[in-house]
C-alpha cells in the first residue's frame, strides 16, 4: 500500500486540512477503481467500510491478486470532518457558504468535448483512450481559492479515470441504497444484488452535480453528441448509500466491504473466479419516480411507515402533531413503493423532507435529489 497525503489550499493562517488516499496495485495497469467515504462528512458508516476494505486490500496486494489499480480514499471531507456546530457535528453542509459538499462538483464535459473535437475515430479503445486523458487534463486545469474547491478538485484528479467509481455515503435512517446512470441498470444491479440493496434509483441527470455523475456523466454526454463514433460508457460510478447513521457496527462494515470486493473482482481489478451473484432484493426503478414525503407545517412527527416497508399509495406513511391545537395531519404517499429512507429527527419544518419512497408511477422533473 502506498499512502499520498495532499495539503489543501489555505483557509486562514495557520489552519491545514490534509486529504488523504491509498493506493493498492500499480497504476496504469489494468482497470481502476476509486473507492471514498463519507464526502458527507458525517455520514459514518461509509469511514468504518473504508477501514475494512484497508486490510484485506493489502492482503490481496501482498498475494499479487490486484490486477489493477485499486485507489481508497479513507475520509473524502477533512473539511466537513473538522465542522462543529454547538457540540454538533455538520458534515454535510460547508459552513462557509451552506452549500451540500456532495453538489457542483465541476462538470468536465465541455471541456473534453472540446479537447476531443475532431479526433474521435471508429476504434473505441482509442477513443477511450483519448477521452481519459483529456479528462485528466481537464480535471488538473481546475483552479480552487477555497479549501472545498481545491478539495473537489483533488478528488476528481483521483477518480476522473477510473474504470469503477464507488462513492460511499449513507442516509439518516435507511436500507441499504444505490443511485447510477439509467444506461448503466445492469451493472446497477449486480451491485445491488452483492450489497443485498433494497432500492437503486435510475437517472440520465439528478441535478446539481453530484460527486457519482461529475465521474460518468462525461462519457453519456460525449455517446450522446458523436452518435456516429464507438463511445462505450468506461466509467461506471455510483453512490452507495450504505443504511443509517446508527447502522455502524463491524460485522456490517465486513459484510459490505466483502461485497465491494467481490464487485471488483467481477470488474477484473482483482485476481480470482467470481461467486455466483446472489438473487436481488429489488429491481432498479427510477429517481424521477421517487417520491419525497415532505413536511406542510411545523409539527411533531410520528412515522408510520419503517426503512424497508412497503407500502401502497393512499397508505399513511406519517403524521404532523400541531403543538397548540393537538390536531393530527396525516401525510400518505401517493404511490406505491417501498419506504427506503427517513429522517431521524422528529420534529419538522415546513418544507422538510421526511421520507422517500422508491416508486414506478410518478414522474417528477427538475432537480430529483434532496437538499
Known sequence: MRTETIELAGSSPGVRHLLQAWHFGQPGCGPKAYIQAALHADEIPALLVAQA?????????????????????????????????????????DLRDGVNFNRLIPDLTEAVALAVSGQLGADADTNVALIRDALRQAAAALTAGTPVADLKRQLLLWAIDADTVLDLHCDQQATLHLYGLTPQADMLAELGALMGAQAMLLATESGDSPFDEACSRPWFELQRRHPQQPIPLACFSTTVELRGEADTGHELARQDAAAILEFLRRRGVLAGVPQPLPAPRCQPTPLAASEPITAPCHGIVVFHAQPGDRVEAGARVADLVDVETGAVLPLCAQSAGLLYARCATRWARPGQPLAKIAGTTLARTGKLLSA
Open 53 to 93: 476494505l484497508r486490510e484485506p486490500l493489502a492482503a490481496l496486494e501482498a498475494a499479487g491478486d490486484i490486477r489493477g489499480h485499486v485507489v481508497l480514499v479513507p475520509w473524502a471531507n477533512p473539511v466537513g470532518l473538522a465542522q462543529q456546530t454547538l457540540g454538533l457535528h455538520q458534515g454535510r453542509f
